[in-house]
């Protein structure tokens, strides 16, 4: 175990940053922080490799495209760099996604402003069940978000309306992508011929 060099010899420093005594810890606390740190040490070690194999692997994979590009003229994958590789012999299979992390900007209020005037204006002759989806998908979580899948929903309504369409305009403009995160996932076909995960997740190992 590495030493800080902040706490003085013969101590150690407890979870609130109190030194304490070596001799006045117990001998099965020391024993279990003797294998924690261990244990923490070597999964930080396991996801540093992790993350290299990750960072190798995409760069390959890129590096492949452009030689496949540049040899045939042909793109692989499809939209957003989603693409799937197949070993010669179909018996691996690696696939590289990519998925975007999406959250809405203010035009989502006028668009709720807008709905929320089409359904006063339908009152009596508005379908209850339509008004009861349209409010479950405004309807805001725990920590102050609507639900994106059922707001983006509301777009595969066929609703012949010059408000309602220039609303689902409204959602369509305010969608912003705040991040994306790149997966990649590696495949082995079994005897029965199907596709099973090499797990790079110790829950899956």
């Given at each position: 175990m590495t ?10 420093a407890?979870?609130?940053g109190?030194?304490?005594?070596i001799e ?11 294998l924690?740190?261990?244990?923490a ?7 540093g ?25 042909a793109?692989l ?16 299979k ?25 359904i ?15 409010n ?11 639900s ?7 777009r ?25 995160k ?11 011929g ?6 790079l ?5």
């Amino acid at each position: 175990m590495t030493k800080n060099p902040k706490i003085p010899e013969g101590y150690r420093a407890n979870a609130n940053g109190d030194l304490v005594l070596i001799e006045n810890i117990k001998e099965i606390d020391l024993l279990r922080d003797e294998l924690v740190v261990s244990i923490a040490a070597r999964a930080r070690e396991r996801s540093g490799e992790l993350a290299e194999f990750k960072s190798t692997v995409q760069s390959e994979i890129d590096e492949f495209v452009l030689t496949s590009a540049a040899r045939f003229k042909a793109k692989l994958g499809g939209a957003k760099g989603n693409l799937t590789l197949l070993s010669f012999d179909g018996r691996f299979k690696v696939i590289q996604a990519n998925q975007d992390n999406i959250a809405f900007d203010e035009r989502l209020q006028v668009a709720k402003a807008i709905i929320d005037k089409c359904i006063k204006r339908w009152s009596d002759g508005a379908d209850a069940k339509l008004m009861a989806l349209v409010n479950d998908a405004f309807q805001v979580d725990k920590a102050g978000n609507v639900s994106i899948r059922r707001v983006l929903g509301l777009r595969k309504l066929e609703i012949d309306d010059k408000d309602w369409k220039r609303a689902m305009d409204a959602i369509s403009e305010s969608v912003q992508v705040v991040s994306s995160k790149s997966y990649l996932r590696v495949y082995e076909r079994d005897e029965a011929g199907e596709y099973k995960p090499i797990s790079l997740d110790m829950a899956g190992v």
